[in-house]
């Protein structure tokens, strides 16, 4: 009774609010013109797909999710090379993300707001068999309605940090009839999995997979588009920070000031998370007096050039492959962090600040194996900078403990299309 009470008022709440979301996508559609284009998908008005006797359907929110699914589509696709397979995203980066990392092999569409006609219409446009959910999304009006039509849905990678979990514990019934609707709960890892037991998911359709990104590989094209760029930018120390976020730059470039004071040549690739900020972070820069270029420019940075700025989108594994050392944003700030491990598997070392809930797990692996060095400022991550761009061996055994980690944890996107396949 709870529940529905709570569905209820949820779904009431989201129709109330459903001319501000609609406002919100054409606001943000000023900065980038993608958020207004394809509004009717939002409402589940999506364009029909033709039937297919198999169709995987994969939800990934964004970006990062996008990249962390890509391994498991092409997997899945080795696989079962007859079923067609259909990737919704939110934003309209994770649907560039979606065409530049898979192109015609797969159809895109938005995920329609979490409303029951929106939901059915879209149901009705777009049947699929099975839908793999990237992460922790959860929306209770799709998972119901998947139910209601057959089509198992199983949450991939799925992650609950400790403080997401007691945001969730205010609405648990309505949080436990919505997990009771996925058919399995691949969690990351065993704290994940507890969690989602403790919000309660049924125990017996709750276990635990590893962490997809573990998978991580980089083609052979990245990884030499990367020391064709390292050669080209000379022998001066490069560093970048990846994925940041308001609030953060302007310590990364404090931390930089402190550097160049020691290494005056060095140079700071600077790559914002989201594209609607490269602007400010431009101005920001520009404001505080650096020589600066940007990536969208064309060219490379001279010898003038204190800053990069990686205003571009889908070169972040080249960027990162470049550098000889990696700041992961979000982290200095109370985001969560972001994915160490793409900088990783170039052999980069990486560096992070305090605030990595959103990746806990991966971050306990990567400091018992000496794979990653934390900071807690500014200060102290012009002092990391300093020693180990200053310092080779350093660098290479920081690399080299967190390439332990990801070689001693791959396997894990065979055990979820494994998973997946028996839905």
């Keep these: 009774m709870a529940a529905a009470i709570l569905r209820g008022g949820y779904t009431w709440l989201l129709r109330l609010l459903l001319p501000v979301l609609l406002l919100r996508l054409l606001w943000r559609g000023r900065r980038q013109p993608a958020y207004r284009r394809r509004l009717g998908e939002r409402l589940g008005f999506a364009p029909r797909l033709e039937p297919r006797a198999r169709r995987l359907?994969?939800?990934?929110?964004?970006?990062?999710?996008?990249?962390?699914?890509?391994?498991?589509?092409?997997?899945?696709?080795?696989?079962?090379?007859?079923?067609?397979?259909?990737?919704?995203?939110?934003?309209?980066?994770?649907?560039?993300?979606?065409?530049?990392?898979?192109?015609?092999?797969?159809?895109?569409?938005?995920?329609?707001?979490?409303?029951?006609?929106?939901?059915?219409?879209?149901?009705?446009?777009?049947?699929?068999?099975?839908?793999?959910?990237?992460?922790?999304?959860?929306?209770?009006?799709?998972?119901?309605?998947?139910?209601?039509?057959?089509?198992?849905?199983?949450?991939?990678?799925?992650r609950l940090s400790a403080r997401s979990c007691?945001?969730?514990?205010?609405?648990?019934?309505?949080?436990?009839?919505t997990l009771a609707d996925a058919a399995l709960i691949a969690a990351r890892g065993p704290e994940d999995a507890g969690r989602f037991r403790a919000l309660g998911a049924p125990p017996g359709r709750v276990g635990v997979a590893g962490n997809i990104k573990y998978d991580l590989t980089l083609s052979a094209a990245v990884r030499q588009a990367a020391r064709d760029l390292r050669r080209a930018l000379g022998p001066r120390p490069v560093w970048i920070a990846a994925s940041t976020h308001e609030g953060e730059e302007e310590r990364v470039l404090e931390a930089h000031a402190r550097l160049r004071r020691r290494r005056p040549d060095a140079l700071l690739i600077l790559v914002p998370r989201h594209p609607e900020r490269f602007d400010a972070v431009a101005r920001l820069c520009q404001g505080a007096g650096w020589s600066m270029m940007r990536r969208s420019a064309g060219g490379l940075p001279g010898a003038e050039a204190a800053v990069w700025l990686g205003d571009t989108m889908g070169e972040l594994a080249t960027l990162c492959g470049a550098a000889d050392g990696a700041f992961l944003g979000g982290s200095l700030v109370p985001v969560g962090g972001h994915n160490p491990l793409e900088p990783a598997a170039h052999g980069v070392p990486v560096i992070t600040g305090p605030h990595v809930f959103n990746f806990e797990a991966v971050y306990a692996d990567l400091e018992a194996a000496g794979g990653v060095r934390r900071v807690a400022d500014a200060t102290e991550?012009?002092?990391?900078?300093?020693?180990?761009l200053g310092d080779a061996a350093a660098r290479s055994a920081l690399a080299a403990g967190a390439t332990r980690v990801l070689e001693g944890n791959r396997g894990v996107v065979a055990r979820l299309v494994a998973r997946a396949a028996a839905l």
């Design 166 to 177: 007691r945001g969730y514990a205010r609405l648990r019934p309505l949080l436990r009839a």
């Design 381 to 388: 991550l012009a002092g990391a900078l300093v020693a180990l």
């Design 57 to 158: 359907w994969v939800h990934a929110v964004s970006v990062g999710e996008v990249i962390a699914a890509v391994p498991l589509i092409r997997a899945w696709q080795a696989r079962f090379p007859e079923d067609a397979v259909l990737v919704t995203t939110t934003t309209p980066t994770g649907m560039e993300e979606v065409r530049r990392r898979l192109g015609g092999a797969v159809d895109h569409r938005y995920l329609p707001l979490d409303l029951p006609g929106a939901v059915r219409r879209f149901l009705g446009r777009c049947p699929a068999d099975r839908l793999l959910v990237m992460e922790t999304e959860l929306w209770p009006n799709l998972y119901r309605a998947c139910r209601r039509r057959g089509v198992p849905v199983m949450l991939v990678n799925a």
